[in-house]
């Protein structure tokens, strides 16, 4: 049976951008362009079609395209961003408090100059794992201890990849530069793996960027191409191995419809629970719960009424996406 679509009976009066969901129902949506950003809070029954809009505090300067999470004690994390008013790239980052309805600051990784849209994950421990924009390193932060570690670096630069986190703790992405191979990284031993070559290509081979990728019920990861380019926007499902030194096992899906030469919008829908990376960029990211691309043409919302009736969805990851 197909799903339907309501629009929400109050609009925002401004164009809206990323968007997450905290883990009290509400949805955080940053006003594009801006530093602002505002909550959809659920009416009495659950509804987001019956929501209503309120400020909240304002981050210190305005980001587009930027990683992000949700940590284990409901704050947000966001660093970087591809465009700023701190500057193209940059490694500044800060953390929301949705109960105080305040930002602060947080410090950048050790000699990293740029962070950007980086790729990023939330891991089980409640950190956030970010890849670098032109080298290989990858950085670890602990919010407990507000600081950054090193973590291992991958074979190639993991900008513009999707990370997507598995049941297993452990992080599988397709490389988004030659030689376009994939890779998985074990928490548990700090190590990437090679993960084999693709059966399928996945990524726009011009702009390096690639689409939405998510875990599905059955443990596999269905991985969306960018745009089809030269045939390379396609459509790939990945499943995992029985243990992490096993190979697993890419397999093509079917290509996505093609809508005036542009790729159409994907998501998982309620009740599903998911871990994603650009979320997992790439993310990640899921309409109406996390932005891949400001609603600049309009500020018009719509939520699937399934959504409305499950405020709580789970998310464990929310990263950006580069301009398209």
């Given amino acids: 049976m197909p799903g339907t679509w309501q629009?929400?009976?109050?609009?925002?009066?401004?164009?809206?951008?990323t968007m997450i969901l905290l883990s009290d129902g509400r949805i955080m949506v940053q006003e594009e362009a801006t530093n602002h950003w505002h909550a959809l809070t659920p009416d009495s029954y659950g509804s987001y079609v019956d929501g209503s809009w309120s400020p909240l505090a304002d981050?210190?300067?305005?980001?587009r395209y930027y990683a992000s999470?949700?940590?284990?004690?409901?704050?947000?994390?966001?660093?970087?961003?591809?465009?700023?008013?701190?500057?193209?790239?940059?490694?500044k980052g800060e953390i929301y408090d949705p109960v105080s309805?305040?930002?602060?600051?947080?410090?950048?990784?050790?000699?990293?100059a740029q962070v950007g849209d980086a790729a990023c994950c939330i891991l089980p421990s409640g950190d956030l794992m970010i890849g670098a924009l032109t080298t290989p390193r990858c950085a670890i932060f602990d919010p407990v201890t507000d600081s950054w570690s090193p973590a291992a670096s991958k074979a190639i630069r993991p900008n513009e990849e999707t990370w997507v986190l598995?049941?297993?703790?452990?992080?599988?992405?397709?490389?988004?530069?030659?030689?376009y191979r994939s890779e998985r990284y074990s928490i548990s031993s700090n190590a990437w793996k090679d993960e084999g070559a693709l059966p399928v290509s996945v990524v726009d081979h011009v702009m390096s960027e690639i689409g939405p990728a998510m875990l599905m019920y059955n443990g596999k990861v269905?991985?969306?191409?960018?745009?089809?380019?030269?045939?390379?926007g396609k459509t790939a499902i990945y499943t995992p191995p029985a243990i992490y030194t096993g190979p697993g096992h890419g397999q093509k899906?079917?290509?996505?419809?093609?809508?005036?030469a542009k790729p159409l919008s994907a998501t998982i829908v309620p009740p599903a629970c998911f871990r994603m990376a650009k979320s997992w960029p790439r993310v990640p990211?899921?309409?109406?719960?996390?932005?891949?691309?400001?609603?600049t043409s309009s500020n018009t919302i719509h939520l699937a009424t399934l959504l409305s009736r499950r405020p709580l969805l789970r998310t464990m990851l929310s990263s950006s996406t580069g301009a398209a």
């Fill in 253 to 260: 899906a079917p290509t996505f419809p093609i809508l005036a």
């Fill in 59 to 63: 981050m210190s300067f305005w980001r």
């Fill in 222 to 232: 269905i991985y969306f191409g960018a745009a089809d380019v030269g045939g390379n």
């Fill in 69 to 91: 999470g949700m940590l284990k004690d409901g704050r947000i994390v966001l660093i970087g961003g591809e465009q700023s008013g701190a500057g193209g790239d940059t490694n």
């Fill in 285 to 295: 990211r899921l309409l109406s719960i996390t932005g891949a691309r400001p609603f």
């Fill in 166 to 179: 598995l049941p297993d703790d452990t992080i599988v992405s397709p490389q988004c530069f030659p030689p």
């Fill in 101 to 112: 309805d305040s930002w602060s600051s947080m410090p950048s990784p050790p000699g990293w």
């Fill in 7 to 17: 629009a929400l009976t109050h609009q925002p009066t401004f164009n809206t951008s």
